[in-house]
Nanobody
């Protein structure tokens, strides 16, 4: 079970931190990350962490503004969103890749949370 929280209304240029509680997710995973989706568009990968070495991936659109991190003591994934832009408005999902062939994209992940909505005012 993956449970996202932290979404809400943020002003353009502001900051927001999303959390994903994975403490009740009982499967091993090779990767975990954040995705986002707006109506009518495919869910896109925002940022992921490789469990093997902690390597982090960021989509070009969020590089330098968003930071992904994980607290392994409580298995909680975070996404720190700074300098938020109107185009960042979306429903944000946490997901895990439980096979070795996982990758940070919609079809590369296996388990999903229900999402948390981020709205940006300009």
């Amino acid at each position: 079970q993956l449970v996202e929280s932290g979404g809400g209304l943020v002003q353009a240029g502001g900051s927001l931190r999303l959390s994903c509680d994975a403490s009740k997710f009982t499967r091993n995973y090779y990767g975990i990350g954040w995705f986002r989706q707006v109506p009518g568009k495919q869910r896109e990968g925002v940022s992921c962490i490789y469990s093997s070495d902690g390597k982090k991936y960021y989509a070009d659109s969020v590089k330098g503004r968003f930071t992904i991190s994980i607290d392994k003591t409580n298995n909680t994934l975070y996404l720190q969103m700074n300098n938020v832009r109107p185009e960042d408005a979306a429903t944000y999902y946490c997901a895990t890749g439980t096979t070795k062939s996982w990758y940070c994209a919609f079809y590369g992940m296996d388990y999903w949370g229900k999402g948390t909505l981020v709205t940006v005012s300009s």
